[in-house]
């Protein structure tokens, strides 16, 4: 006898409200790229789909910054594209250097060691990067075949200099892979300049386009390295020798691509595209120097080190005696904002608000200044009234008169 199903209402239609979307991820959304979502399906071997495949390759060449054949999108969220890099260039008792200064650095160290590799982990306190010299001496010590490192560290909001390190691995004889989630199409990634041998991004924080796909590109010398495997890749689906053989001339079926998602990337790449990588990076940094501006007005500083702080990414350090989620509720509840609290050694400390692509904008920027000053001074913070709008509306003035120059 078959079971009876167990009797269930039928749901009411779905309706989630709007937010702005001021956390770590994931970053409101363009209309274009909601749009986008809701197309109606080609199928995954469509030549109408396969041209879009095509398409979004070149987009995704021009915003990592280079022409890497063995470039694509991995169905799967950032961490898939962290899975897909590691285990397709290592093989079991392969030396990997990984640089740990936050969450992301420490995912890296496990993915690694599930993947069989021999993990040497160098790390720097959370908030502040690496300096060349550490990675030198610990690539001369350990001679990894691999070192992987991430630029934008979303734990922490650490902007992390790359192109020396990688050039320090190249000395050593090793590959570098960097973690671009947080950084691709916020600040400037340069994969063929800064000679990047494997990269990967993901698809919801500066690109603006939900969670889902995993932007991962490979130069031609990792590409001969997967290709030289004396072992098979440890993951089926991330196996990019299978993957490019879709993504490639073959059309040969892997796994049926996720085809809403590829069209919401596709649109969202055509965005960047359409504003200009440059000017893209410089509004992120103009909105972040208003935020910086009103933040420290009402006397909130970050946990970053100077000097290193994302634009994208304001890790804020919670005024003392401020209960982090009792702001964070509020600010959810009143004002459909959400901003993400702390992690690791920063739970309960620290604030993380995200200016990340479509959500870098000065309406975000004052919204929540003007919120977060409410709900201080309702908490018994002593903040001058309309002091943080202030100081982000003469930065704003700043800004405008620099470009007026
Ligand atoms: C968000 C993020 C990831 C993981 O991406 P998911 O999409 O959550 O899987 C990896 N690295 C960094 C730096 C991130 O910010």
Redesign the pocket.
């Known amino acids: 006898m078959p079971a009876k199903p167990l009797p269930i209402d039928a749901p009411a239609p779905l309706s989630p409200s709007t937010r702005v979307l001021l956390g770590?991820?994931p970053s409101d959304v363009h209309p274009r790229v909601l749009a986008a979502l809701g197309m109606p399906l080609l199928g995954h071997l469509d030549p109408e789909f396969v041209a879009l495949m095509d398409e979004t390759q070149g987009l995704l060449r021009h915003v990592f910054r280079t022409e890497n054949r063995l470039t694509m999108a991995v169905s799967?969220?950032?961490?898939?594209?962290?899975e897909a890099v590691v285990v397709n260039l290592i093989e079991p008792g392969d030396k990997m250097l990984v640089c740990v200064n936050?969450?992301?650095g420490g995912?890296m160290v496990d993915v690694a060691e599930r993947a069989g590799a021999q993990v040497t982990a160098i790390e720097r306190p959370w908030g502040e990067v690496f300096d060349p010299q550490e990675v030198r001496d610990a690539v001369k010590k350990v001679g990894p075949k691999l070192v992987g490192i991430?630029?934008?560290?979303?734990?922490t909001g650490a902007w992390q200099p790359i192109e020396e390190i990688a050039k320090i691995a190249h000395e050593g004889g090793a590959m570098i892979a960097i973690?671009?989630?947080?950084?691709l199409a916020g600040v400037p990634v340069e994969i063929d300049a800064w000679e990047i041998d494997a990269v990967y991004s993901?698809?919801?924080?500066c690109l603006s386009c939900p969670?889902g796909l995993?932007p991962v590109s490979f130069s031609d010398r990792a590409a001969q390295v997967i290709a030289d495997r004396k072992s098979k890749v440890q993951s089926w689906y991330l196996d990019m020798q299978m993957i490019q053989r879709y993504w490639g001339s073959d059309r040969f079926y892997h796994h049926t691509a996720p085809i809403s998602m590829n069209y919401a990337l596709r649109e969202a790449l055509a965005l960047v595209v359409e504003e200009g990588l440059e000017a893209r990076h410089a509004r992120h940094l103009k909105n972040h120097r208003a935020l910086k501006a009103g933040l420290n007005a009402m006397g909130i500083g970050y946990v970053t080190a100077e000097g290193h702080q994302l634009p994208q990414?304001n890790c804020v350090r919670i005024p003392e005696g401020i209960d982090d989620l009792a702001v964070r509720k509020r600010l959810l509840g009143e004002w459909g904002i959400e901003i993400g609290g702390g992690l690791g050694p920063f739970k309960g400390q620290a604030w993380r608000i995200g200016l990340m692509g479509q959500g870098s904008r000065p309406a975000n920027v004052t919204l929540l200044l003007a919120a977060l000053e409410t709900c201080l001074r309702d908490l018994g913070y002593s903040v001058e009234p309309g002091a943080a709008l202030a100081a982000a509306s003469e930065a704003y003035g700043n800004a405008a008169q620099a470009v007026a120059r």
């Open positions: 770590p991820g799967g969220t950032g961490s898939a594209g962290m936050g969450v992301f995912r991430v630029h934008a560290e979303t734990s973690d671009t989630v947080t950084s993901g698809t919801q924080k969670p995993a990414l």
